[in-house]
């Protein structure tokens, strides 16, 4: 990667890669949840990755590049670790906080991603249709850690202790 449109591309595919496989574990994660209101949150997300996913492909469109993703072996390793905390909780509630914290390791992580590609794309002076699509995706990861961190600090953690 010599510049940063480079860097701009690949960091795009490494997002789209990370998205694909966040919308494969979401389902996963909603059957394992004991709360109501976390499957709902799991499956709600779920919806939104759809979209989001859908958006990037938008992007890929406009730059005049393949929708196509490079491995991501950060977002493998996050979701790997959530993986282990829903097989090996011992209890629903446990699980639960596991599966909030494992969940929120993804969301900062799309949040950093999305963070920089907005900051690259208005550097590299990029058409404000794609830096919106961008923004949108980043501004629904916010609402998306926000809302899990007030189920956490609501009632969840307190049920697993």
Avoid at 8 to 34: C, G, N, S, W
Avoid at 102 to 115: C, D, F, K, L, N
Wanted: net charge negative; with cysteine.
């Amino acid at each position: 990667m010599k510049d940063l449109d480079a860097l701009f591309k690949h960091f795009l595919r490494d997002i789209f890669y990370a998205e694909r496989q966040v919308e494969r574990t979401l389902p996963k994660m909603a059957r394992k949840a004991e709360s109501a209101d976390l499957k709902e949150a799991f499956e709600h997300h779920l919806e939104e990755t759809e979209g989001q996913i859908e958006n990037l492909r938008k992007v890929f469109d406009h730059l005049g590049m393949k929708a196509r993703g490079v491995t991501c072996e950060a977002i493998n390793g996050i979701l790997e670790e959530g993986k282990e905390i829903m097989e090996e909780a011992e209890t629903g509630d446990a699980r639960d906080a596991g599966m909030i914290a494992a969940a929120q390791a993804v969301e900062h992580y799309e949040i950093t991603r999305y963070g920089t590609l907005i900051a690259w794309g208005r550097t590299l002076k990029l058409d404000k249709d794609v830096l919106d699509l961008l923004q949108a995706n980043l501004d629904q990861e916010y609402a998306a850690d926000e809302k899990l961190t007030k189920m956490a600090e609501g009632q969840l953690n307190s049920e697993a202790a």
